[in-house]
């Protein structure tokens, strides 16, 4: 039995439920005593909204309910809270044209520096609100592996005067200003100035922590910042490797969350 806490920040693929197009009922009611309770919890995806819960989690619940449910989304782009039972978003980081045509422009150039250097082919998506995600084709190797990538990637974004934030696994490398530390940062600010809860009585839950190189972990690394690091952290994922500091390996997956959620009723 873990302790109780005033804020539980999760992921939701993977950890919640078993991916974005399964079924909700049984996270829903595992999350609903404790937002009835005045827990907040907080779902942090990188995914935008239309990918939770089909895109209607607010039809889940009741409007004093969602008044302690939060989204950060969108590798930080959107934060939302919810007023009148309805999503809105309280805290909006998606760069402005200007800034997301630079960031195309930084893309680029890895695409071009990765063609000359190593002759990869990659491509591009574009599309994002808020990053550049670049397909590195997985047969593709570079001799300082993915933080090469990542140092490349921070590099080419200073010849732009744009201080990027890079994640990277071993298919892709996304490149935009903000991440999922930012979606914590904003909310855990809010959240602990709002309702007098401190960054210790807070919990954090993900199943990608385990790290994809040396230094390099998954994305709910992110979770963890200097605001948030009082808090705790754990890994539903049954995966063998290294985690970053302080990073309990709980195991379970999903069931093993969800009953975490119950045993805070």
Request: proline content about 3%.
């Amino acid at each position: 039995m873990l302790k109780k806490y005033k804020a539980i920040f999760f992921d939701w693929d993977g950890t919640a439920v078993m991916s974005r197009r399964a079924p909700v009922d049984q996270a829903v009611a595992a999350m609903r005593p404790l937002l009835q309770k005045g827990i907040k919890l907080i779902i942090v995806s990188g995914t935008t909204i239309e990918n939770i819960a089909g895109g209607k989690i607010e039809s889940y619940f009741a409007e004093e309910e969602l008044k302690n449910l939060y989204l950060g989304l969108g590798r930080g782009a959107y934060n939302y809270s919810f007023k009148d039972g309805i999503p809105y978003i309280f805290k909006n980081m998606v760069p402005d044209k200007g800034e997301i045509l630079k960031i195309h422009q930084i893309c680029f150039e890895i695409h071009q520096t990765l063609k000359e250097k190593y002759d990869f082919d990659t491509d591009i998506v574009f599309s994002r609100p808020n990053y550049c995600k670049i397909d590195l084709m997985v047969e593709n190797q570079m001799e300082d592996g993915l933080s090469g990538l990542i140092h490349l990637a921070k590099q080419t974004g200073k010849k732009y005067g744009i201080d990027v934030a890079p994640t990277c696994d071993a298919k892709y490398l996304e490149v935009g200003v903000t991440s999922k530390s930012d979606n914590v940062n904003v909310i855990l600010e809010k959240i602990c100035t709002e309702n007098n809860i401190k960054p210790e009585e807070c919990t954090y839950w993900g199943d990608e922590y385990v790290g994809i190189e040396k230094d390099i972990f998954g994305s709910d690394s992110f979770m963890k910042t200097e605001k948030s690091q009082n808090g705790d952290f754990y890994d539903v994922s049954e995966v063998t490797g290294e985690r970053p500091s302080g990073v309990q390996k709980i195991g379970g997956g999903v069931d093993r969350f969800l009953c975490f959620l119950h045993e805070q009723e």
